[in-house]
């Protein structure tokens, strides 16, 4: 909706810019949302750089020189995205938003493993600022891991964001031997730097944080900074697997800037697919890498499940230590064998197994299909009716809206190979998502942590 309202007195000079009023609501609450907002200059003969704000209360007064602009409301992928053109010119346009919450997580708590602030050395967003990006972008986890110094951010802002965090570190050892993440981290930076990752750097991070998840970050990013790549690991021939650390819990399979590599995405999931399959067991995560200002946390993003009764943040780091997690850059695919999820063990009798699949996603995330993998192969796949890409306001009911965006829900049976280790399921979509403006594009994909196949006795 887009009101235009007329200056009341005398008429004056107008002025370079004009000032307008944005609002965003929640369609079905009517109160006010955390968001980011996007303006874009649009039309003919359009100038001028994008503007963008992460608004907590959902109110956004900017001046704008005059000209024709597309506006854009974005609370991540669990809420509808809405979008209009506006004129701004003599007057204060006053442009409203609303989005709707289409996608239920349930106990599944959006997790941004992988952020930067000021307190990196290689970003000017302070922690403040990146708080209220994660808030904005529906994230209500994450892991401030500063390089080589502990991140954190602010308590009572956190707190009134709903947004917890873990004081958290990003390691480099010297010579570059790849990033590592490590949560919680308390105390001072890290120390042996210089150490290295193949002299012991990982193991003393272990002994002093027993308790912590330690992550290889990025594993193929060029530079040094991915370690698979400084050890020349080839996982289908089997090459240099004894370097792997076997102190690390998770791998960032997917990471922000492998998101704007065409296929890289796809290429470490078949990796990491591969390397769980050879009994590597490193449970997958997501993060977006974000160092500044104009990127949004959460793509991708990890969602975590914490058992029953320890839904604190030590629960939630617990739930990634033991693979409660899936990881997506947009829709939420759910796996599991009645009350068994991924990282634990599920029943197979004789060659067949039984498994739960769900999957929603609000309506400008594309996906079409869902497969079920284990051992290296793909066992099953569902193709999935094709549906417009809406960036809009939301019509309709709620309920009517929520069933639009649940794709499938259901029970499947699939032949399980002899001697696989875990069944994942995977969603991909074809149409890239982010191209309204806001975000870059990314492929569409989502894919859970293993349900664990009985091994036989050997
Ligand atoms: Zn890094």
Redesign the pocket.
Known sequence: MLLVLPVSGAPRRPPGTVPISVRVLDEDSGGPLPVRIHIAPAGAGRKGRPLSEDTIDGRWSPRLPRGRYLITAHRGPEYTMDRLEFTADIGAPSVELRLRRVVDPGPWVAADL?VHSSRSFDSRVTPEQRLRSLAAAGIRFAAPVE?NTTGGFPRESAAQLGVSWVPAV?V?PAPAMG?FSVFPYEGDPPLSMAQGADRGLLALLRRRNPDALIQI??PR?SGG?GFFNVIRLDVRRGKNMELLPTQADTIEVLNGIDLQRAGQAERLLTEWMELFERGHRYWATGGS?VHHAEQVPGYPRTYVRAQEGEEGLAGLTRALRRGRALVTTGPLLELRQGDRWPGDTIEVEGDRATVQLRLQAAPWVDVRRIELWAGGKRLWSKELAARPLVAGPPGGEKEQARREAQLFEGSVTVEVPTGARGLIAVARGDAPLGRTGVLRPFPSLAFTNPLLLPQPPR
């Open positions: 992988h390089h990003e480099t990033h970050n990025h990013l900074m890498d």
